[in-house]
Each structure stands twice: as structure tokens, then as C-alpha cells.
């Protein structure tokens, strides 16, 4: 007797192994801490980032529900017309320092979350302290500042030395988000700081305090509740080696203001430059100096940038830099070196190394007293300012011509002007806006692109003689005739 056995259907085996599939534990993943990259398997080093150690292992579940349309419900506050939507609660408070308020657009508006991202030691909790006290004083609601990497004391310390020690300005030390909420039901502060989001965690969130996981989360809380309860926040960030800021991406999405504090550990002179700004100009830049009892504004700063001689020098030429929309006056060294065998050396401090080189060539080719390629130069900019835009190659070609001929240029001119390499001098943005300020200052002389002076534009400086230059041999001619008047 021969029995039969029963053999299952196609579709019941189809809907077997949906179910096996469905029953199968969540897989493993893998993501960097450093960067967020998601590696199919894991890696001692991130294939994105570089980050040794950084890849640690996360549990990716599907969506529970799938195909399924989601049903609409009714929103929390009705959408409005627009013009009857008040706009007096996005009004920007002075944070009375006015460089930063410069930045800002005009303060620091209720409910907004700045981000200030800066190198360790350039000091941006000396400048946020500063701005926790002035808020306190005139802004008529208490300041909070909690710190993640340094105890209530020191930050105390520091605080002595700045004198900032208002009775409204609140301090903590905290490293959990948890505890930064509780503070902030406690003391209802107008303005947080938090230094730095960086060291903040979160016990709901996977990853370690700093990770792309844990930065995210803090962050979104943070902006959730500052919206919310209209708080002005400054969130501190940290920087990677190559100056960006650390941590996904998405944080700079997160926030309304993303702001770069800058300097030179040599010099006094500190920047605090605008990225992002929902709320004003995102070109802004800031000036600040550091001294031994906190960080001041610089409201002025061009005096930091240049040299006063009692006798014109060789080797010195002055130009005018744009700073975001702040035109500052720049003088340019430049020193020639004696005649070397073999490869001499081109060694800039605060220029475009690539610039200075592609000067140095048009000078040798298109003028005829100049031998430049056995000799050493060097080149700098005055007081620590960083000066890389093309429109500063005419003052680096004069200042080098003047030192490699021993010809002292006059000290009330100034050279305005990118240098191709035909020799040609081709026309840059806000002459006007340059000029201006070097009148101001009482330099009397103007070398500018063709298509850039009064004749062209229609108007000009007083008691300032603006000359259209069209190739550096004609402007090494009006320098020399300016210096012998």
C-alpha cells in the first residue's frame, strides 16, 4: 500500500518564511561615533572619518507598521494668516556687547539656539561668561551658565577676575541632560549657556557623551525646549582638526545661529565670525581683544594692524581687507632675502603661501629690475589678522618690489587690487566700502582696478586721490611717483 504524502502548497511556504522572517531578532549595525557612517560590518577604523576605535555596534530595528496610510489629526494650534501673526516675541534682545550683537543682527532673540564653535583655549567661555553677566544686568531675567567641563569653582575663578559675579547670573556643573532641565524649571532663565553641548548626555540615547548619537538628542531636546519656553541659548561646540565643527552635520540644521570663534594663541586679536544667522546677515564678523581681565570689543580694530614709522621703511605697503561686511586696514611686510644656491625659501605669516608665489612669478616676468627666483622672501600681515583674499596681491607685489629695489613707498597709500598672471590688476567687491575706511584713517593715496575709482563709479573719498592702475608695472609707477611727492 503506497501512502501518499502531503506536500505544502507554494504560497504556504512563501508565508513561512515571511513568518520565520518577521520572528528574526533585530541584525546588528554598525555606526561611527565620530562621523555617523553606517559600515556594513564593523571596522577598527572609520572608512569616512579616519577615527580609530569609533565604530561601535547599534541595534537597527524595522518600522512596526508598514503600509499603512497614517490618519491626519486635528494640529495644536490652528495655521493663521500671516498678518496677524505678531512679531514682537522674535525681537532681538541686546546682549550688551557690541561686537557680538554686531554678529547677531542686533541680540539674541527669545526662543533662538546659537551654536559657538571655537579651538580649545581661544576663549569662548571667557566671552560667554561676559555675555551671561551683561544679560543679567540689563536684560531683566536671570542667566545660566552650566558648564560640563569645569566645576562651579573655577568657573568662579574666572569669573573674579572678570568681575562678573551678578546676583542674577546663576552657575552649574552638570553632565547630564536630565539635570539641565531641572535647572532650568528652577532658575527660568532668559539666556543658557551650555559649555559645552559636546559633554552633555542623555540615559535614553545609545552611544557615548560626544557621539553623533548622543550630540543629536541633546541637541534636539535643547532647541525643543528653548522654543518652547522662549530661552536665548548658546550652545559651546567643539572643533575638529581641520577647524569644522565636531559632531553630524544635522547640528548646524538644528540651530538658528552657527558662529566661529577665531585667534591666533600669539596674538590678543579674536574673531568671532557669523555662518549661519536665521535673523541677520550670516557675513557678519566680529572683533574682540584678550587681556588679562577678560575679552573686550574692538570696535576699531584697523589700529591693530598696522605700523606707525617715523620714516617710511622699504618693504611695507598697506591694503584694506574685507572682513564679512568690515573693511580693515592691513599693512603688508614683506623682507628679501640674499641670494641662495639651490631651492630659496617663500615663508608667509598670515597670506596665502600659493598667492605669494604666483605674485612672486609676475613680478619676475612682467617687470624688468626685479630678479626674485634665487633670493628668499618673506611676507606677514600686522597684528595676527589672516588675510587671504585675492584683493590683497597688489600690496603684496608692492611691499615685495619695494623691498627688492630698496624703495620706500609712501605711508598714506594704499594698493587695492587682485594680480593676474599676465600682470594685469583685475577689479574686486567693496572699493567703495574700502576706500571709505582708509580716508577715515587719512591715508590720502589709492591704487585701484581699472572701472573702481571715482571717474567711474561717480563718486570718491574727499580729500583722497584715487589712480586706476591697469597692470602692476603702471602701479609700481604711481607708487614710486606718490613716495617722491
Avoid at 182 to 189: F, N, S
Avoid at 450 to 466: K, L, W
Wanted: net charge neutral.
Amino acid at each position: 500500500m503506497t501512502t501518499s504524502r502531503s506536500t505544502p502548497s507554494r504560497g504556504g511556504t512563501a508565508g513561512a518564511a515571511r513568518g520565520r522572517s518577521a520572528a528574526r531578532e533585530p541584525r546588528p549595525a554598525y555606526q561611527c561615533d565620530a562621523c555617523g557612517h553606517q559600515p556594513p560590518k564593523w571596522v577598527g577604523r572609520c572608512p569616512e572619518c579616519g577615527e580609530w576605535g569609533a565604530v561601535v555596534e547599534s541595534t537597527v530595528t524595522g518600522p512596526t507598521v508598514s503600509g499603512r496610510v497614517v490618519s491626519s489629526r486635528m494640529p495644536t494650534e490652528p495655521a493663521r494668516p500671516i498678518a496677524t501673526i505678531s512679531a514682537a516675541p522674535a525681537r532681538a534682545v541686546p546682549t550688551g556687547v557690541s561686537e557680538l550683537d554686531r554678529v547677531l543682527g542686533g541680540g539674541l532673540v527669545p526662543g533662538a539656539v546659537v551654536l559657538l564653535a571655537g579651538e580649545p583655549g581661544v576663549g569662548k567661555s571667557t566671552l560667554l561668561l561676559d555675555v551671561a553677566q551683561h544679560w543679567a544686568i540689563g536684560a531683566g531675567s536671570p542667566s545660566l551658565v552650566v558648564s560640563g567641563e569645569e566645576s562651579v569653582s573655577q568657573v568662579r575663578l574666572r569669573a573674579e577676575r572678570m568681575g562678573t559675579l551678578h546676583e542674577q547670573l546663576y552657575l552649574a556643573a552638570e553632565s547630564d541632560l536630565a539635570s539641565v532641565l531641572g535647572h532650568l524649571d528652577a532658575v527660568k532663565p532668559g539666556l543658557l549657556v551650555l559649555d559645552s553641548v559636546q559633554t552633555i548626555s542623555t540615559t535614553g540615547t545609545e552611544g557615548v557623551p560626544g557621539g553623533v548619537t548622543q550630540v543629536r538628542a541633546v541637541t534636539a531636546a535643547l532647541v525643543s525646549v528653548a522654543k518652547e519656553r522662549g530661552i536665548a541659548t548658546v550652545l559651546v561646540g567643539h572643533v575638529t582638526k581641520d577647524g569644522q565643527v565636531a559632531g553630524p552635520r544635522v547640528l548646524e540644521h538644528l540651530v538658528d545661529v552657527v558662529l566661529h570663534f577665531e585667534g591666533d594663541k600669539h596674538s590678543s586679536l579674536r574673531l568671532v565670525r557669523g555662518v549661519k544667522n536665521r535673523f541677520g546677515a550670516a557675513d557678519e564678523v566680529g572683533c574682540f581683544e584678550m587681556h588679562e581681565g577678560g575679552i573686550s570689543s574692538l570696535a576699531d580694530p584697523s589700529g591693530l594692524f598696522l605700523t606707525r614709522y617715523a620714516e617710511p621703511v622699504p618693504g611695507t605697503c598697506v591694503t584694506v581687507a574685507m572682513e564679512g561686511r568690515r573693511a580693515l586696514v592691513t599693512e603688508v611686510q614683506a623682507l628679501i632675502g640674499a641670494t641662495v644656491a639651490g631651492s630659496p625659501r617663500r615663508t608667509v605669516s598670515g597670506l596665502d603661501s600659493a598667492r605669494l608665489a604666483m605674485v612672486l612669478a609676475v613680478l619676475q616676468r612682467r617687470t624688468e629690475r626685479l630678479t626674485l627666483h634665487d633670493r628668499e622672501v618673506f611676507a606677514a600681515t600686522v597684528g595676527g589678522i589672516r588675510v587671504v583674499e585675492p584683493a590683497a596681491d597688489l600690496a603684496v607685489a608692492l611691499a615685495v618690489a619695494s623691498g627688492g629695489l630698496n624703495l620706500a613707498i609712501a605711508p598714506h597709500l594704499v594698493a587695492i587690487g587682485e594680480v593676474g598672471l599676465t600682470g594685469e590688476v583685475r577689479r574686486v567687491g567693496a572699493v567703495p566700502r574700502r576706500l571709505a575706511e582708509a580716508a577715515r584713517l587719512g591715508f590720502k593715496v589709492a591704487l585701484v582696478p581699472t572701472g573702481c575709482g571715482p571717474a567711474s563709479t561717480g563718486a570718491g573719498p574727499e580729500h583722497m586721490r584715487v589712480t586706476e592702475v591697469t597692470d602692476v608695472r603702471s602701479a609700481l609707477h604711481h607708487a614710486a611717483r606718490a613716495s617722491a611727492e
